[in-house]
């Protein structure tokens, strides 16, 4: 049929008509696609019209890297409308453009989605632009250095099952660990010349089995012995505050029950799942902070008398997991003591989401 009413309007703006709606809004695909190259331009001038050809189809990988990530993120393509993202693009356009590596370009996609996602925070934004402008610039093998530490420093798993947390971590690692890890002294002091890290000469590394049973002081411990005056109080005390499940027994000694929780820290982040009417689903809220309270004074009641039994069994079943084995012999072997800069974090976390897009979000 043939629809003979017409509405006219400006530049724009929506037109919305009985029988029909026209609705012209936001940035899509095609006009992210041409504002991409249209920002090439600004880098076509750099180079000679022999090197053109292998530029633009560097940059060409690199947007079909970028757009397909920025299309799953809602709103994300409306970054081609701001201008500091405009200015950031540029400067990926001249690293995409000489790079040979192509896992840069994911790499550079994942700074520019950072971007996005941190908006105009002057702190992220600067990290960020450098990392950009470096990203060719870093070897392979230090790039893969500077990333599995920065993990290994940063993450830590969810379950407070001790067998699935060192799952969980020995899988990530597994990705991360994607070629031959560096040696020797070269690698750092390449990231130390780009930035991306600082050398100390006044502290040192911890060795992986003191990091870890300090950083996993809810796996790493002894807990409360079964049928103890203590362990009837720590029931009551989780009565008294309608928790249950989570006192469990212990899996290097099996006399004893601990928080399933991975350290004390973990604490102030749980949650308590409860049923919403309204949705007919279960959600989750914060603890009250008398309950995190009540954990806490659970947590302090463990027995810390008689813990090197547990420590061994828990670095025992480190030794167990290949690539937790294979993290701590060349952790353990860094030859100089280094602080992560803000370039090396986003750059290390672009690295990290480049090989696992579960990766957790960079602070």
């Known amino acids: 049929m043939k629809n003979n009413q017409e509405q006219k309007s400006g530049d724009n703006s929506q037109q919305i008509q009985a029988g029909m709606i026209v609705v012209n809004h936001g940035i899509q695909e095609k006009r992210a696609r041409e504002i991409f190259m249209e920002m090439f331009e600004n880098s076509r001038e750099s180079f000679s019209n022999e090197a053109i050809e292998k530029a633009e189809e560097r940059v060409k990988k690199f947007e079909d890297d970028l757009i397909p990530k920025m299309q799953r993120i809602e709103g994300a393509l409306e970054a081609f409308a701001d201008p500091l993202f405009q200015v950031m693009l540029t400067s990926a356009h001249k690293s995409a453009a000489i790079t040979t590596n192509e896992n840069d370009y994911s790499i550079l996609s ?30 392979d093998e230090a790039l893969l250095g500077l990333t599995v ?74 807990g409360i012995k079964k049928d103890s005056e203590d362990y009837i109080k720590a029931c009551e005390l989780l009565k008294s505050i309608n928790i249950s499940n989570i006192l469990i027994e212990n899996e290097l000694n099996t006399e004893y029950v601990r928080l399933a929780i991975v350290n004390k820290d973990q604490i ?49 079943k480190i030794e167990e997991k290949a ?41």
């Open 110 to 139: 994942e700074l520019l989605i950072h971007k996005i996602k941190k908006g105009n925070d002057r702190k992220s934004i600067s990290g960020i632009s450098k990392a950009i402008e470096i990203v060719n610039e870093i070897p």
């Open 323 to 363: 690539n937790l084995k294979r993290l701590k012999e060349w952790v353990d072997n860094i030859p100089r003591s280094y602080i992560i800069t803000p370039i090396g974090k986003v750059l290390a976390h672009a690295n990290a989401q480049r090989c696992d897009q579960n990766f957790p979000p960079l602070d």
């Open 149 to 222: 530490e920065y993990a290994w420093e940063q993450v830590q798993p969810n379950s407070g099952i001790i067998s699935e947390g060192l799952t969980v971590l020995d899988n990530l690692f597994s990705t991360l660990i994607y070629d031959e890890l560096p040696k020797g002294i070269e690698w750092i002091e390449q990231l130390d010349v780009l930035n991306a890290i600082r050398i100390t000469d006044f502290s040192s590394f911890k060795k992986m089995d003191e990091y870890y049973t300090e950083k996993f002081n809810g796996y790493c411990c002894l």
């Open 268 to 316: 102030k982040c749980l949650k308590r799942i409860i049923y919403d009417l309204k949705t007919g689903k279960n959600g989750e809220v914060d603890l009250l902070e008398s309950e995190k309270e009540t954990l806490n004074q659970i947590f302090d009641m463990y027995d810390k008398t008689n813990d090197s039994e547990v420590k061994k069994k828990f670095l025992q």
